[in-house]
């Protein structure tokens, strides 16, 4: 969430223990890196799936499978996210002790200074012409950030969060 920021040399970690993120097959809820909280800024992030596994994801265009599986409270995961300079590497475990790193990202011209969060989101399901909502549900606990923090409390926001935001406009065809 925005609020907290991690300098470089930052490790975020994160149990989805108690977690099914989603009711929807590409339901998410993970751990987001982000120089800023602008919608269409650079990111890495890695997350669990309501039905595609763990995956990392960056920069909009870039997806790596990770562990396949679905995440529930008696199958949690564990999540991390490493940054080093410009590099960052998500990483995930089954009993936060044995880690697997799923993909890694260049953000070149990363600022030293970004925010890092947990994030929780769902996407539109379509019928023919038609949209609507899923739902993403998801349980965080033992969240650490180590490396330098602007503040020890974490703030909550709405990014990206507008009515039919992607709803396609079937007087266009």
Do not use: C
């Not at 799923?102 to 994030?119: E, K, W, Y």
Request: hydrophobic residues 35%; glycine residues 12%; aromatic residues 8%.
């Amino acid at each position: 969430m925005p609020g907290v920021t991690s300098t470089n040399s930052s490790n975020v970690q994160g149990s989805l223990s108690a977690s099914h993120p989603g009711l929807a097959s590409w339901a998410k809820a993970g751990l987001l890196l982000t120089p800023s909280t602008t919608q269409g800024s650079a990111y890495a992030a890695v997350m669990a799936t309501g039905s595609h596994g763990i995956r990392f994801q960056y920069n909009y265009t870039h997806d790596i499978p990770g562990v396949a599986g679905t995440v529930t409270t008696s199958t949690p995961r564990w999540l991390r996210l490493v940054r080093s300079g410009d590099s960052i590497r998500g990483y995930a475990s089954t009993n936060g002790h044995r880690w697997t790193e799923v993909g890694s990202a260049d953000l070149s011209g990363l600022p030293a200074t970004v925010q890092v969060g947990l994030f929780g989101t769902s996407p539109l399901k379509f019928q023919g012409d038609t949209g609507y909502p899923t739902l993403a549900t998801a349980t965080f606990d033992h969240v650490t950030v180590d490396g330098s923090t602007a503040s020890n409390s974490w703030l909550g926001q709405d990014i990206g969060n507008r009515p039919y935001l992607f709803l396609p406009d079937a007087r266009l065809r």
